[in-house]
């Protein structure tokens, strides 16, 4: 699935938010958008969700103009406690979308248990979400957004709350459903190494307001990704160090 931005611009208001934001996600990248703290990253990614509609410019998915939430799209969200349902079991918060598609109760479980042994959690369909750790409920958050497996997945700082293992391992999960999948990708992220780390391309927005890329760099690492061999490449040091630069507005 391939997303276009044409002179995207989004306000609050008298506020500008976003300026002129205008590049093409080819079908099957992963593309990290990186930026100052409120610098627009999640009213962008919102704004191509179709949660809320562009003020400026046009957002096009496969050729077609976003006027609501396009079919083939998932999101995860930050705060995978506030996005799951508590009430509900992990394997019926993971079936939850595949209700509109008629499956018989059944499938659907089925279809979660299998998403749940992928990215993880064998075993865990019966407990709740707050019986779990918060990197197991983030995974339950991803396994539901994989369950109708979408041909765009939006995810706005997913991993941003977690600790630093937890975080290495779904960084490594989502690398394995990209090559698996082939799935297009947006990825918000505050963290530079992160985006170097997981993304095919860094896109960086400038600080608030009316923020605007201003750098948009292609990730040419050698090899399959490693957390260690690969942070630890000199190619990897200067995309770093590229990418920070760009943030700062050095």
Known sequence: MTLRLDSLGQ??????????ITLTVPDGQLLCVVGPSGCGKSTLLRTVAGLQPAREGTVTVDGTPVTGVPDQLAVVFQDYGR???PWLTVRDNVALPLRRRGLARAERRAEA?????RVGLDGAGRRHPWQLSGGMQQRVAIARALVCRPSLLLMDEPFGSLDAQTREDLEDLLLEVHRTDGTTIVFVTHD??????????VVVLSPAPASRIVLDLPVELPGGRDQIATRGLPEFVALRAEVGRAVRGS
Do not use: A, K, N
């Not at 530079?192 to 391309?201: C, F, M, N, Q």
């Open 11 to 20: 306000r609050y208001g008298d506020q500008r938010v976003l300026h002129d």
């Open 83 to 85: 996005s799951l349902f």
């Open 113 to 117: 248990e299998r998403i749940l042994e």
């Open 192 to 201: 530079i190494d992160e985006s170097v780390y997981v993304g095919d391309r």
